[in-house]
């Protein structure tokens, strides 16, 4: 009766619970508002979701990169609306579903640690307080992109260690104006700078990623989760690949900042089910 959806710019997934608790999990393409209309949403749905939902839906909650607002989650509503007739429809952002798969009803701080990131301080019903992310250019301390920004500068102006960088040279054989041009010239190159991150935990025995990578997490701590007021009293939970690849890093640099370390998961799915499951009984 319950469907859940956790959505990015290139994935969603779908998890559909029964009235007698069962659940089936499906995927379809990222859908994100902010890029798309509501008809273009609503034609792809029908036709890669509606078919594979083995029974009624009473209740949506729909999870999405992309959801600044209400006017925004409109897009998708309408679209899920429309599709499943009767469905009470529930949008929110990426970051609300971070907090409630990590702390479901208790306060505390939620992160976003994946190809971006993001934070924000939560009361166990919604978010209290949010320092802006602002992108991997003016932001997103810790997150992928920027991770891979940094080994990526330090690699083409020759201050990454010599033998590291004849490896990185063999990973990533491009030229250097065909870096410049997957950075500056192509789409998403947020995408492109955290595909290099795979390197750093590959050679996670090598001070120099252990430290880029600590460095970069201490930025995240001091630009936002410090920010948040009370921060040492509440655990500080996260979300995302790099969290959780990296998870050992993070839990050093949390103890160092005296912050208490909570919840780490690669994605939020499996809490969000938690979350509903125990709401709707």
């Avoid at 429309?82 to 949008?91: D, N, P, R, Y």
């Avoid at 025995?205 to 630009?223: G, I, M, P």
């Avoid at 690949?241 to 370390?261: D, H, M, N, R």
């Amino acid at each position: 009766m319950i469907l859940i959806a956790d959505s990015g710019s290139t994935k969603t997934t779908w998890c559909f619970i029964s009235q007698e608790n069962e659940m089936a999990i499906f995927s379809t393409g990222g859908i994100n508002p902010f890029f798309r209309t509501t008809e273009d949403i609503y034609d792809e749905l029908k036709s890669d979701l509606a078919p594979k939902i083995p029974g009624p839906v009473k209740s949506i909650f729909f999870y999405g990169a992309g959801i600044v607002n209400d006017e925004v989650g409109k897009v998708v509503k309408n679209a899920l609306t429309e599709i499943f007739e009767g469905a009470t429809v529930e949008t929110n952002s990426d970051l609300l579903a971070a907090a409630r798969a990590t702390l479901q009803h208790s306060e505390g701080i939620a992160c976003i640690l994946g190809t971006g990131s993001n934070s924000c301080l939560y009361n166990g019903e919604k978010i209290a307080e949010h320092v802006p992310p602002l992108g991997f250019i003016l932001g997103d301390e810790g997150s992928g992109a920027v991770l891979g920004k940094k080994v990526l500068g330090d690699f083409l102006k020759g201050i990454m260690p010599e033998k590291l960088a004849a490896k990185f040279q063999d990973k990533f054989p491009f030229q250097y104006t065909e870096y410049l041009q997957k950075v500056y010239k192509q789409e998403r190159p947020n995408k492109f700078l955290a595909s290099l991150v795979p390197f750093l935990s590959e050679n996670l025995e090598d001070d120099y990623c252990r430290n880029l990578v600590a460095k970069s997490f201490e930025e995240f701590v001091e630009r936002n989760v410090l920010q948040y007021t009370n921060c040492r009293n509440w655990p500080v939970c996260f979300v995302g690949s790099v969290a959780y690849y990296f998870v050992e890093i993070l839990q050093e640099v949390l103890v160092k900042k005296g912050l208490k370390t909570g919840t780490v998961l690669q994605e939020p799915m499996q809490g969000l089910i938690q979350f509903h499951s125990k709401k709707n009984k």
